[in-house]
């Protein structure tokens, strides 16, 4: 069950990045994070319950494959944004998914209510957006 929940995840921020490939940068980040977030609220109650499960599990090749994928994704598509620039993709990659697992994983754990989820819709794509401007050496405009 694990797996194959995690294949959904991924499947949809690989489907979302193949989708703004090559769009500007502020459209690649609010793209990214809507289908990371529309892909962990989908099925709620069972993302709640996999993060306890999760934690006493032999999942190291599962969660490796998993980072990797999206790693991969991540990365292409941000190469791809025609309007900005990464020294080192590879930091920024980490850094956007590190972002977006541990920000939705801690909200998800801490307060799964309506109102913490419409937080998590609105300011997720805010602190992602910024973080991939700031981090850019393209001058997003």
Do not use: W
Request: proline share 3%; aromatic share 6%; net charge negative.
């Amino acid at each position: 069950m694990l797996d194959h929940y995690l294949d959904e995840v991924v499947v949809a921020v690989e489907e979302a990045c193949a989708r703004y490939q090559g769009a500007r940068l502020c459209d690649i980040s609010d793209g990214l994070v809507g289908a990371y977030l529309d892909a962990k609220l989908r099925y709620l109650p069972s993302s709640l319950a996999l993060y306890t499960v999760a934690a006493d599990l032999d999942t190291a090749s599962l969660i490796n494959d998993v980072l990797d994928r999206t790693d991969r994704a991540i990365a292409r598509l941000l190469a791809s944004a025609p309007d900005a620039g990464f020294g080192d993709i590879a930091t920024v990659t980490f850094a956007v998914r590190t972002l977006l697992v541990g920000t939705v994983r801690a909200g998800l754990e801490n307060d799964a209510s309506p109102a913490a989820l419409a937080i998590l819709r609105t300011q997720v794509p805010l602190m992602c957006r910024a973080y991939l401007v700031a981090a850019s050496q393209g001058g997003v405009a």
